[in-house]
């Protein structure tokens, strides 16, 4: 089992964090509030709560703050996330949800990266999720798809090792500028809400022919 640290008290991040606690892993509560920190905590039961700021505790570090901030929180967080995994699930969309904020040819996750420490390790995941459906579980019997992207390969068995933990299936997409399509496939979910599906209830999943 592996030690959590989550940076973010959002739906994303309890979620999570709930997830995680059930799969036996340590879990760390970290955000600006301490209430909110500390009511989070107490909500989930068996969580702890950091200090924002502080080196985290966890091995594996999941960035669950809005695109907007994320590079400046790890920015701030600095060398204490150095030998760690830093999970982004962010993603980088627009005000109306009709494209990316990323420079032209770039992810969410790469300008995460060029903020992170030299020995830290940055893996894409969670993002092409609802809060509330990786809350629910399988789905009519079959796992969530958690895609992943990321430039280290121990790092990304790590994540792989985590998501299955939770219950999930890890599907890796590749290296890191893979981060990409998958920052679009989330855009494509915002799309199908607006114009085809009109709720959040569904996952993007992959169905495998025998």
Known sequence: MSSISIIGLGNMAGALADRAL????AVEIIGR?????????????GATVGAAGAAPAGDIVVLAVPYGSAAAVVSEYGDTLRGKVVIDITNPVNADFTGLVTPEGSSGAQEIAKAAPVGAHVVKAFNTLYSHVLAAGPAEGRPLDVFIAGDDAQAKARVSAFIESLGLRPMDTGQLPMARTSENAALLMLGLVAHSIKHTNFFLGVSISS
């Open 33 to 45: 509030d301490p209430a909110n920190a500390k009511e989070l905590a107490a909500v989930l039961g």
């Open 22 to 25: 059930v799969g036996g892993h």
